[in-house]
């Protein structure tokens, strides 16, 4: 399920408090934000799209240096994949699937993990306007 946040003014000024309050840093746009947790380890970014319906559509990655190792290890581990099971080897292939398969399932748990903090520092937010 894709996670969107409303794209009405209100929610900007929630994001713009969660930045001044120290939570993330980063910046919002009027077509685009993003946001970096303010904590040990800071690898990841949650970044916001507007769509054509005027809400963010919610996507969670690496920053910068980490995308492009990332996406560089992930070719690598293919080709000695490949190149493995063309010489007939199958101890490494299949590990190499297994350690794949467990930081994908971290990148996952880790990426509802921090949009599920987002949202609730902007319901906390929400609250104490109305109380």
Do not use: C
């Amino acid at each position: 399920m894709k996670q969107i946040i409303t794209g009405s003014d209100k929610n900007l000024k929630i994001l713009n408090k969660l930045i001044v309050n120290g939570f993330y840093t980063g910046f919002l746009g009027s077509e685009k934000f993003e946001l970096l947790p303010n904590r040990f380890p800071n690898n990841y970014r949650l970044i916001g799209i507007k769509n054509k319906n005027g809400n963010y559509d919610l996507k969670f990655d690496f920053k910068s240096p980490m995308n492009i190792a990332g996406k560089i290890l992930i070719g690598l581990g293919i080709l000695t994949i490949i190149v493995s099971l063309m010489k007939g080897g199958w101890i490494l292939p299949i590990a190499l699937f297994i350690f794949g398969l467990i930081f994908f399932a971290d990148f996952k748990l880790k990426e509802r993990k921090e949009i599920n903090r987002l949202i609730d520092k902007m319901l906390e937010y929400h609250k104490t306007e109305y109380d």
